[in-house]
């Protein structure tokens, strides 16, 4: 992680007459990739006795882990067990069904074949929810944008009162910030929209979170009579 660093000059040397200086922040944003994806499926087994009921959830629990054991891990399922009256053929039956909700933990590249796994076994699924690391790192690259962006606002100030931008007096770097954003799934571009659009998620809205860098710098400011 960039550490937060002063770098200033001399400006204040007795041998050195001082001008005025204007201090600006520069940002650069960059979407933050998920560190990990959850969605939960629900596991259901219906028969007309208790022990048809128990044997088809447990097979579906099994093929679950099954399809989804190199590319996800899968949680304990607490099942539960309900009675209910159901009309076959002109006539009332007890059905027993024993149901679960089963979360299924992924890396955001799995997605599809997490999907494909839930859709296979007739599962259904929630929207899936995203991880992000909180402290997330910035890169050269946004450095370079962010100390970019704060030269171009301090010539737009210098503009603003007849002057233009001098040397670089000091620079700040500050630690990056994790924005939250509220974004659809398809665009939040983390190799999931068309895997989202297959499913109809694409309308599903999620929080993910921005990296945002930001450089503070101070530019010394030089009217344009003097330096004529």
């Known amino acids: ?109 799995q997605f599809a074949q997490v999907l494909a796994a839930l859709i296979d076994n007739g599962l259904p699924y929630s929207t899936p929810v995203f ?22 606002r301090a010539q737009a100030i210098a503009a603003g009162v007849g002057a233009t931008v001098g040397r670089l007096v000091a620079i700040n770097v500050g630690p990056p910030q994790a924005k939250p954003v509220m974004r659809r799934l398809e665009q939040a571009d983390y190799l999931l929209a068309s895997h989202a659009l297959r499913v109809g998620f694409d309308t599903e809205k999620m929080q993910t979170f921005d990296t945002v860098a930001q450089v503070t710098c101070e530019f010394e400011i030089i009217e344009t009579q003097a330096a004529a």
């Open 1 to 109: 992680m960039t550490q937060f660093q002063t770098l200033a000059t001399d400006q204040a040397s007795p041998d050195r007459p001082r001008v005025p200086s204007v201090e600006v922040m520069g940002t650069a944003t960059s979407k933050q990739a998920p560190s990990r994806g959850r969605s939960t499926g629900t596991v259901t087994g219906k028969g007309q006795n208790r022990e048809t009921a128990w044997d088809l959830f447990q097979k579906a629990v099994q093929n679950l882990h099954a399809a989804l054991e190199d590319v996800a891990s899968v949680g304990n399922a607490v099942p539960t067990e309900d009675e209910e009256e159901v009309t076959r053929v002109l006539r009332s039956a007890t059905e027993i069904s024993v149901t679960a909700d089963v979360t299924v933990s992924f890396a955001p590249s």
């Open 131 to 152: 991880d992000f690391d909180r402290q997330p790192e910035v890169t050269p690259e946004m450095l370079t944008e962010a100390a970019a962006d704060a030269r171009v």
